[in-house]
């Protein structure tokens, strides 16, 4: 079964940066798309980025300019750079592949508030 671990949230005030990492064991992690997911209290899972076995990027239009998503696939590794956090952003961040698996990890929790 494949399995994710998500790592790098915090609290931060708006404006602030925090760099979240996701390591995938079980996976042939470099010929999948792979995705940074989050949700938010009282909403539905939502697709932040995505970034192809190519590296080819995607972004939703909330985070676009702000968040870079990117992954080091010898380190089966990927990493979500954000930047200009702002309250809206709080959230629990998970990783899975784009489309994603069954398997969802614990999540790390992104608090951004003044």
């Known amino acids: 079964q494949v399995q994710f671990v998500e790592s790098g949230g915090g609290s931060v005030q708006p404006g602030g940066s925090l760099r979240l990492s996701c390591v995938a064991s079980?996976?042939?992690?470099?010929?999948?798309?792979m995705g940074w997911y989050r949700q938010a209290p009282g909403k539905q899972r939502e697709l932040v980025a995505s970034?192809?076995?190519?590296?080819?990027?995607n972004y939703a239009d909330s985070v676009k300019g702000r968040f870079t998503i990117s992954r080091d696939d010898a380190k089966i590794t990927m990493y979500l750079q954000m930047n200009s956090l702002k309250p809206e952003d709080t959230a629990v961040y998970y990783c899975?592949?784009?489309?994603?698996?069954?398997?969802w990890g614990q999540g790390t929790q992104v608090t951004v508030s003044s």
């Open positions: 970034i192809t076995h190519h590296d080819i990027t």
């Open positions: 079980k996976l042939l992690f470099s010929l999948y798309n």
């Open positions: 899975n592949r784009q489309p994603p698996s069954p398997s």
